[in-house]
């Protein structure tokens, strides 16, 4: 009764195994199909034993089996996030074209999350080709017209370019084309609502950490971060919102 659920959170698990990977090389220039996976530290080349997401991380206490090296938590937390979104789109869209659409989209975004956290920067790598990528694709099914999948394009991007500029650094150019790529899929009202959304978790998240001394007023916190939190919200509850907001206009 529950197969496909756990059929698509198991699918989750494994393309999360793998975007650990793109996190781990894209930003190092290594490629991510060859050398197979090994221990960043011992270099000893994983068995199949070792790759079982979530499950190897457990039975082997966080740790390299060869050399006894600690295993960053960020492994398991990607493939249990991966295989969750996967499962909440899943439940959202049942198997559909837009369930494809989004899982792709919500899997970029996991991507570009973790490489911002780590180096501060939302790489060309992967906005590039998705911006091309989802707006061809917007040619084929109607999740998006061509036309909004443009319009998201150029004004969702065009948005934040105007906010980079008056912000001086506060925002990158990255997080420009990251706003692009999510126009291309959700369009430009649902994209800077999501935007909005994800400014204001990443206020109150900045105001959390600042109070806890963990960050100085000064240091820059990434947004590309709260923009993938806030598109993963609309993906999901985008028309609840904007219905709920336009009940509240209606009274
Ligand atoms: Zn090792």
Request: net charge positive; glycine share 8%.
């Amino acid at each position: 009764m529950y197969s496909i659920d756990i059929t698509v959170f198991i699918l989750g698990l494994i393309i999360g195994s793998f975007l650990n990977v793109v996190i781990y090389r894209l930003p190092e220039n290594k490629s991510i199909i060859w050398p197979g996976s090994h221990c960043t530290n011992c270099q000893t080349n994983l068995k199949i034993f070792d790759l079982i997401p979530v499950l190897s991380f457990i039975f082997t206490k966080g740790r390299c089996r060869y050399c006894d090296t600690k295993v960053s938590y960020q492994y398991p937390a990607v493939e249990l996030l991966t295989a969750l979104l996967f499962l909440i789109s899943y439940w959202r869209y049942s198997l559909s074209i837009e369930f494809l659409i989004y899982s792709g989209l919500i899997a970029l975004l996991i991507v570009c999350t973790f490489i911002d956290l780590k180096y501060q920067i939302i790489p060309n790598k992967i906005t590039y080709p998705g911006i091309i990528i989802f707006f061809i694709i917007s040619f084929f099914f109607n999740h998006i017209t061509i036309k909004s999948s443009l319009l998201g394009i150029v004004l969702s991007g065009g948005f934040l370019l105007v906010i980079a500029i008056v912000s001086r650094g506060g925002m990158g150019i990255g997080d420009v084309k990251l706003a692009a790529m999510v126009g291309s899929v959700i369009g430009v009202k649902y994209t800077i609502i999501g935007i909005f959304i994800g400014s204001l978790i990443g206020s109150i998240i900045s105001l959390i950490l600042i109070g806890f001394n963990i960050k100085d007023r000064k240091d820059r916190i990434p947004f590309g971060p709260f923009i993938a939190i806030g598109t993963v919200v609309m993906i999901f509850y985008g028309n609840v919102i904007i219905n709920w907001y336009l009940d509240l206009l209606a009274f």
